[in-house]
């Protein structure tokens, strides 16, 4: 692989084996062996990445954004220093949907979003472990991205894409994977930002954690996709022989609810079974527009195929709009939350207003996963269902789709959304050596039969072995030296009104 990727760097390996018992951190009483570390650097770039077609959700079309590369430099106790890597879009009027504000001058919070984390990351200068470090520095995170008048979920975004390169750093100076890792809690997450639970709870789910070896691809359907013909929804051309599908809501109860009744007649010429989740982004106004919805689909006969294959309904209404809308008995038809996942309180604030799950996404952070996915297994346990779902909006080929893939198969999530391959072409502007390195150390995620190295799904699923190597979830790093550093976010007065 050093062959095929030149500019790939060499990364430290670990000067010794140490004995679980005597590394900093462990606690036989729970079995975990986290590890300290101190933080040297961190360094951002980003790539332009076009979209091979256009994807609208909620009230935007995106057709190109930037994806982010972060590389982190960390000491490691007892181990010396290692390097770590994440990536991940930067997508536009997601994580700030505000309509006074442009999509540049969304992105440009995260970039902001960004530079505030790692002003605070950097600032604390002693050893401590990966969790330590991020739970120090979220609460500052959040006042001071306010302050920038950025929102929650977008000041999230700074220490979730750090923490990964963190963590990719300190399992690469272990010498373990992210699965093994995770499982004997070497970051050291604890309970500080999750009081509902208590530290057993959180130790006995790691510890019992066993990887999926298959997670199957959730297809996206966006609202300017194709439905019926070549390239529609049923085109297995285009869905991958996908068995789940994720359809995307406009807010219009007549609108969706025809445009989904075409839906389940495509789908039902697949001649395989198949489930569908819904996602309205945030564009139901209100109870009274969504309840319009769901009556549409208990009753119109129409929607039978939709409805009879329904497995929960991911954020229908504006952030603000449902912490204030138990509801009710609507709770019975199952959703989850999203984009008002901006907190670790907020799957908690959830469940008293009837939702019954919650995603996971990486770019929202890997520990809060973890924690919202410990809460639903306790929660079930009493006898009611709630689950933690994979969605994957800023995932491409390469660092993101491992990184956020294993994740969900560590948390047992066993269907996820991977719309990132589907409309972008393969690792897009990434120098042809670097996919080929990829696909060289994954090869049971990555192939080419033709048109370029694309992930690889195999009768609907993305395998997870290769993902269990030292680090997380990948062998290989970007090509830094084909990587342009973050651009400059500009102020909001800087654009023009």
Known sequence: MAGLVPAIHAL???????????????????????????????????RPVQFARPFRFGAITINATPQLFVRAEIEVEGRGVAVGASAELLV????????????AETVDGLRRSLEIASGLYLSQTGFQTAFDLHASCVGAQVATCAKSNIPPLAAAYGPAEIDKAILD?????????FFDGMVGNIAGIDTRLSPDLKELDLASFLAHRKPLPRVAVRHTVGLDDPIEGNGGVADPRENAGARYFKLKLSGDPTADAARLARIGEELATTGHDYKVTLDANEQYADLAALQALMNRLDHDAALRPIATRLLYVEQPMPRDIMRQSPLGALAAHGFIIDEADDSYDAFPAARALGYRGISSKSCK????????????????AGGERFFVTGEDLTCQAGLAVQQD?????????????????HYVDGFGDAPATEAAAFAAAHPDLYADAGQGIRLSIHDGDLLTGSLNTTGFATSVHPDWS?????EQPKSLQEYPA
């Open 12 to 46: 430290p390996r670990a000067t010794k084996n140490v004995d679980a018992r005597d590394r900093p951190g462990h606690d036989a009483r729970l079995g975990t062996t986290s590890v300290r570390l101190k933080l040297r650097d961190i360094a951002f770039f980003e």
């Open 92 to 103: 536009p009027k997601w994580f700030d949907k505000r309509p006074e504000l442009s999509p």
């Open 169 to 177: 750093a300190l399992l690469r100076a272990a010498e373990t994977s």
């Open 365 to 380: 952070g890997l520990y809060k996963s973890i924690i919202n996915a410990t809460r639903a297994a306790k929660w079930s």
């Open 405 to 421: 893939l294993a994740l969900g198969a560590l948390i047992g999530v066993t269907h996820a959304e991977r719309n990132g391959h």
């Open 482 to 486: 084909a990587l342009r550093p973050l």
